[in-house]
Structures are given as C-alpha cells and as structure tokens.
C-alpha cells in the first residue's frame, strides 16, 4: 500500500489550501480514511476522518475550517483547508484504515509540510 500525500506549501495566515492523498495498492476493504498532522515538538493528531459511507469528524480547530472528502472509486482523500492559522503549521499526514479479514490495515503516507506564515 502506497499513500503519496501533496499539496501542501506556504500560505499567508487566512489562506486556503487543499491537500490530496492517493492510496495505491489497496488489497483491503476501507474504513476510514483521515489527516493527521504534526507540528515541531509535539505529537501528532488527528485533524480529520471520514468513513467509507461518508460520515465525517473533524477534531479541535479543524471544525468549521477544514473539509474533507473521498472519492471512494480512485481511493483518494482530500483536505480542504481554509483560514489558515499559524498554528496549522505542521506535517500533515493522511491515513487509510481497513480490513481484509483476519487482517487490520494501518497505513500511512510519507507526509507534507504546510507552513502558515506571513
């Protein structure tokens, strides 16, 4: 399983951005699908997940900023992302888990930098 993340970059604080997440190789069946991110010097955290069905959760200040979506087909993973703090600053990560029984899938994509700054 390969999880290739991108779109992350500099944005001025109450910018937008979005970041895709592309899983190949997927033998299993999804469950969920979500971002994470870490900043420098703490651990990381969830920011956001949706299921397969499509219901959605969103974590601490990603709530009422941050969006994301699927496309179940092309087993993508999105993260709309808009009044951008500087404390969004971080190594977003994306994360696919699921199932191929008597197997549990824990995977997770190599990162990208979002850095809020002006």
């Known amino acids: 399983v390969q999880l290739q993340a991108s779109g992350g970059g500099l944005v001025q604080p109450g910018g937008s951005l979005r970041l895709s997440c592309a899983a190949s190789g997927i033998i299993f069946t999804i469950n969920v699908m979500g971002w994470y991110r870490q900043a420098p010097g703490k651990q990381r955290e969830l920011v956001a997940t949706i299921t397969s069905s499509g219901s959605t959760n969103y974590v601490g200040s990603a709530k009422g900023r941050f969006t994301i979506s699927r496309d179940g087909a092309k087993n993508t993973v999105n993260l709309e992302m808009t009044s951008l703090k500087p404390e969004d600053t971080a190594v977003y990560y994306c994360?696919?888990?699921?199932?191929?029984?008597?197997?549990?899938?824990?995977?997770w994509g190599q990162g990208t930098q979002l850095t809020v700054s002006s």
């Open positions: 994360n696919v888990q699921g199932y191929r029984a008597p197997i549990t899938y824990d995977s």
